[in-house]
């Protein structure tokens, strides 16, 4: 391992930049020499680099980059398990799945993420309301700690505080560095699909709740943008695993193919963001007139249906040099008309989203800083721009008044003193930390903004 070089990090919204010395372990005794030998500003282990704001980012401090750490070290088709490096990330993984008839419980919007980040973070899919989150289908993690031992932890073993802070925890319990994961058995790489049309919101968030009892999978994207009949209109999208006999014949010989990586991607950053209230709009006709005007059913390969941004590498770069915030935020369901009073204050603000993405959540793990919570998820995609602190303070405001959260793997910028009020298991997240690292070893640009990272007398004495 080298000794690492100042390097520029930041989130996929590439806003609030700042400079860490970045370290590319493979061991496991290179991670504990360097965690054993972090300076002040501490040490982060860090994935792929796909939340949106500074959880990977560490100023002045030493950051791992975990993605040399990466394979399948043991597959058990019958058992369904699969034991796996964390850096390795969830494109490789299911690559690898798909080609023995298994996969993922729970895949995120992005397989661009790697297998520690999604534990750390604690992702969901768009079947939350039946399967839950990441978190609860990990068997074990192997989690070095500050004093640079390894420890194996289950849900169920010794020390399931541990193992629970560390699922949803963003990294401040230690690094994880290899995890056995639960994966269930399907009959094809596709999944058959329903698209309905729905003219507003209250139609789109009916269609949805209905969705909890019949399908498998369900999510809706929605218009923001277009003002009059237009606004609030929908697309919900449901859909179950395709079996063998649901795919077109042709597909039959292969069950089970992916398509090769990626190759389209956004080369450079432009002067100003292309997403705007015109190109906002044209995007969602676009989006609505292609989904039939009456429900339709139709097999997708499960890539674009649980992960279609994937299709374009560095689409974050169409937002300009600016970049853009991610504000997504959970309330509980009979907080529901939250989600177009919020809209509503986006769209009267005057500042776009394009990307509208509507979920429903079922209950959450025993982690005490996972995002999830029994009720509705909503992500807007925003460029920043003059007066878009303002509008974002005032969505933190109905979303506190309503008992909900903003999910801290997308967060670039929420006040310190909302955290326990959106997180009341926070002061349990506290004591864990300081139990297992009483000097404050594990740090974050995202901790100390938030403050995660009371120092303790011990490290305040340091000279």
Not at 45 to 55: E, I, N, Q
Not at 58 to 63: I, K
Not at 362 to 367: A, H, Q
Request: glycine share 12%.
């Amino acid at each position: 391992m080298s000794a690492g070089a100042p390097t520029v990090l930041h989130g996929w919204g590439r806003t609030s930049p700042s400079v860490a010395t970045v370290r590319t372990p493979v061991t496991a005794d290179e991670v504990a020499a360097a965690v054993r030998g972090a300076g002040d500003r501490g040490v982060l282990a860090r994935g792929l680099g796909r939340s949106y704001g500074d959880p990977a980012q560490n100023a002045g401090g030493t950051v791992l980059d975990m993605t040399h750490r990466r394979g399948v070290r043991r597959l058990d088709v019958d058992a369904a398990v699969v034991e796996v490096e964390a850096g390795t990330s969830l494109d490789e993984l299911l690559r690898v799945l798909l080609g023995v008839g298994l996969t993922l419980p729970v895949q995120p919007g992005t397989r661009q993420v790697s297998v520690g980040g999604a534990i750390a973070a604690d992702v969901h899919g768009k079947n939350h309301h039946v399967a839950g989150s990441f978190g609860a289908h990990v068997r074990w993690v192997d989690l070095l700690t500050a004093d640079g031992a390894v420890q194996r932890l289950r849900p169920d073993g010794p020390d399931p505080e541990l193992f629970w802070g560390t699922v949803g925890g963003m990294g401040l319990t230690g690094v994880v560095l290899r995890a056995e994961l639960s994966v269930r058995r399907v009959e094809t790489s596709s999944v058959v699909v329903t698209s309905e049309r729905h003219g507003d919101l209250g139609e789109v968030m009916d269609a949805l709740t209905r969705l909890d009892h019949e399908a498998e999978y369900s999510v809706a994207w929605f218009d923001s943008v277009s003002r009059g009949r237009g606004s609030g209109r929908g697309v919900v999208l449901s859909g179950h695993d395709a079996r063998l006999d649901e795919l077109p014949v042709a597909q039959r010989r292969t069950p089970y193919a992916v398509p090769p990586p990626r190759s389209v991607a956004v080369p450079l950053v432009p002067p100003v963001s292309l997403v705007n209230r015109l190109s906002g709009r044209a995007f969602n006709e676009l989006w609505f007139r292609r989904a039939p005007r009456h429900p339709g059913t139709g097999v997708e390969h499960a890539f674009g249906f649980f992960q279609p941004l994937d299709g374009v590498a560095s689409w974050n770069r169409l937002y300009g040099p600016r970049g853009l915030a991610q504000y997504q935020l959970a309330v509980p369901h009979d907080a529901a008309a939250v989600v177009p009073e919020v809209v509503a204050a986006v769209a009267a603000s005057g500042h776009v989203s394009c990307l509208n993405v509507l979920k429903r959540f079922g209950p959450g793990t025993p982690s005490p800083l996972s995002f999830p919570m029994p009720g509705w998820t909503l992500a807007l995609d925003l460029p920043v721009a003059p007066g878009l602190a303002g509008l974002l303070d005032r969505l933190d405001a109905m979303v506190l008044e309503a008992g909900g959260r903003v999910y801290l793997a997308k967060d670039s910028r929420t006040p310190a003193h909302h955290l326990a009020a959106m997180y009341p298991d926070l002061p349990r997240f506290a004591a864990l930390r300081r139990r297992v690292d009483p000097e404050g070893r594990f740090a974050s640009d995202l901790a100390r903004r938030l403050g995660l990272l009371t120092p303790t007398p011990a490290r305040e004495a340091r000279p």
